[in-house]
């Protein structure tokens, strides 16, 4: 059984799991490698969920079909995750099964999370949106001489090309003074830049990516190598970072970019909340509370859609149109169907979110040293609208 990325075709494809009673089952499973690094500690835990489910099942009020469902999804899970369970590059690991849906899937997280297990009507994705990887990071190491391009994301990266000059040292007799180095590069390193520039604006024509980590050590070429690269590029840098360039392997410079990563989400949360609360100042295209939020689900017009971690809010679904609202009303506003209770309305908000192409933001506690601004509203969920 393969384990896969997290990406947005993945999410798409949980989002759309249904079922008419309780065939779902989530397992989350945390790798942190300050808890969970050695065999046994994992081992441990792998025990503690299969017991977990076991209980789960055998305590729901399920259908003969149901239970013996279920117990081929809790076979199938022990089978994968004592056999099968790769934790390299991963800091936690999400596993969805249901026997009568013929769904699994497991996906690899870029961030612990909290052991669980659940069965549902659907998946539950609350705790891993935000781990999505779609390989959109691209990370450039150069030195006078050499250049390396990775590709990858928050999940890892691969090291994908590398590019060799022949470029004379600068103390060799007859070169540059080092004053003169100081104030220019010379021709061959200009030369030089520019193959390792064209080659990654090449490999950015063939397979585009959203962001760009620059490693270059010798604060010379920076100016240099700002002034080679191609428009496209420059504006997709979300930083530079230092290490050795030569001899940095794969994790250290995943290392090294993952804290650009980190700080370019936390820039963008700050720059989502920045936009929210202008719309929500101006009366503007914003849903502040559980109703409206839920309305403009149901009208698709939700942009992004904001959840708190571990939100949770009583709601109502219709089975025959797919109505989602909160708790309180009986019966369906589009074709009277009586309403289903759902106990957490907020995962069907999330698949309905995701089925319409909509982002998805989950707010998560803030860590020590984190400058994240807090959530800027005050239930579950908020929205931006398109309209």
């Given at each position: 059984m393969r384990v896969t990325q997290l990406n947005d075709d993945v999410l798409r494809s949980l989002s759309e799991v249904e079922a008419d009673e309780p065939v779902v089952v989530s397992v989350?499973?945390?790798?942190?490698?300050?808890?969970?690094?050695?065999?046994?500690?994992?081992?441990?835990?792998?025990?503690?969920?299969?017991?977990?489910?076991?209980?789960?099942?055998?305590?729901?009020?399920?259908?003969?079909?149901?239970?013996?469902?279920?117990?081929?999804?809790?076979?199938?899970?022990?089978?994968?995750?004592?056999?099968?369970?790769?934790?390299?590059?991963?800091?936690?690991?999400?596993?969805?099964?249901?026997?009568a849906l013929d769904v699994f899937e497991a996906?690899?997280?870029?961030?612990?999370?909290?052991?669980?297990?659940?069965?549902?009507?659907?998946?539950?994705?609350?705790?891993?949106?935000?781990?999505?990887?779609?390989?959109?990071?691209?990370?450039l190491l150069v030195t006078r001489d050499s250049g390396r391009i990775f590709r990858?994301?928050?999940?890892?990266?691969?090291?994908?090309?590398?590019?060799?000059?022949?470029?004379?040292?600068?103390?060799q007799a007859g070169g540059w003074s080092q004053a003169r180095f100081e104030r220019s590069v010379d021709q061959?390193?200009?030369?030089?830049?520019?193959?390792?520039?064209?080659r990654l604006f090449r490999h950015f024509k063939r397979r585009p990516f959203e962001h760009l980590v620059i490693g270059?050590?010798?604060?010379?070429?920076?100016?240099?190598?700002?002034?080679?690269?191609?428009?496209y590029l420059l504006?997709?840098?979300?930083?530079?970072?230092?290490?050795?360039?030569?001899?940095?392997?794969?994790?250290?410079?995943?290392?090294?970019?993952?804290?650009?990563?980190?700080?370019?989400l936390a820039a963008t949360e700050h720059e989502l909340f920045e936009r929210f609360s202008a719309e929500q100042?101006?009366?503007?295209?914003?849903?502040?509370?559980?109703?409206?939020?839920?309305?403009?689900?149901?009208?698709?017009?939700?942009?992004?859609?904001?959840?708190k971690e571990s939100a949770r809010a009583e709601g109502t679904k219709c089975v025959t149109c797919g109505w989602i609202g909160a708790a309180g009303r009986e019966r369906c506003p589009v074709d009277e169907t009586v309403l289903d209770r759902v106990d957490n309305i907020v995962e069907p908000a999330i698949q309905a979110a995701i089925q319409q192409a909509a982002d998805v933001h989950v707010i998560r506690p803030a860590t020590v040293g984190d400058e994240r601004m807090p959530a800027p509203f005050d239930g579950p969920v908020a929205a931006l609208l398109r309209y």
């Open positions: 989350f499973i945390d790798l942190d490698p300050s808890r969970f690094a050695t065999a046994g500690a994992r081992e441990s835990q792998v025990n503690s969920l299969l017991n977990l489910l076991r209980e789960r099942i055998r305590e729901g009020e399920l259908s003969d079909d149901a239970q013996e469902a279920l117990e081929a999804d809790r076979e199938r899970i022990e089978h994968f995750l004592r056999e099968d369970l790769d934790v390299a590059g991963a800091e936690a690991l999400a596993c969805y099964s249901s026997h996906v690899k997280l870029t961030d612990p999370v909290e052991s669980d297990v659940r069965i549902d009507l659907r998946p539950i994705l609350e705790p891993v949106i935000g781990h999505e990887d779609e390989g959109d990071w691209c990370v990858g994301g928050p999940t890892g990266i691969r090291e994908i090309a590398d590019v060799h000059s022949d470029v004379k040292n600068q103390h061959e390193v200009e030369w030089h830049l520019e193959a390792v520039t064209d270059a050590n010798n604060e010379s070429l920076r100016p240099a190598l700002t002034g080679e690269a191609h428009s504006e997709r840098v979300r930083g530079w970072i230092d290490l050795d360039e030569d001899a940095a392997s794969e994790e250290d410079v995943f290392q090294a970019a993952r804290e650009v990563m980190e700080r370019h100042g101006t009366d503007g295209r914003a849903a502040t509370d559980l109703d409206g939020v839920l309305a403009a689900l149901v009208e698709q017009r939700v942009e992004t859609l904001m959840v």
